[in-house]
């Protein structure tokens, strides 16, 4: 008995190793395609399991004030006038940054439609009319980074690159920031 055990146990060992890597492997995609089942169910439970809402929220923010920063801050220099409209500004961004982090933003985001184009005062992005279903991800290019970072790009409708950031944690990918080039 002892050799019949002792004769599949590493074998037993290599299987549950190799499925455990296929998991971890496949996990962005799974993590993908649950994002897109949830945005065209329009689930946001499911959306919040797959999305890291504070992470999110946190990167985006951080690029508003970035580019306010870059695009006014040597102007607001000069003036206590202009540093307040900077404030100003950077808080407005924030409310940018939380229509972005919804379900119905990541879904536009996701399909190349900007919300933060308004920031800099162009037309809102279009939106669908109710016979239309949302394709997120549509014509997309995915990336592994890292073996806990993984990309997927796509172009908006100016041809810019949207990159949304899927990260592991454990076994468990989420998204968990989206890179927009102004």
Known sequence: MKRTRARWL??????????????????????IRGIEQAIRNDDTRALARQV????????????????????????????VFRRLGLRVASGLAGGVVDAMATPVGLAALMEGRRVWSRLEGSPPARSLDGSQHPEPFRDARYRYESTSRFTVTIDDERGRPLVFVLTRKGLHWRLSDIRISP
């Open 10 to 31: 590493p074998w037993a060992v290599v299987a549950v190793l190799l499925a455990v890597l296929g998991y971890a492997v496949a996990g962005p995609w799974l993590t």
């Open 52 to 79: 890291d809402f504070p992470a999110l929220r946190a990167n985006l923010r951080a690029q508003a004030d970035d580019h306010i920063a870059r695009q006014y801050g040597d102007r607001a220099q000069g003036s």
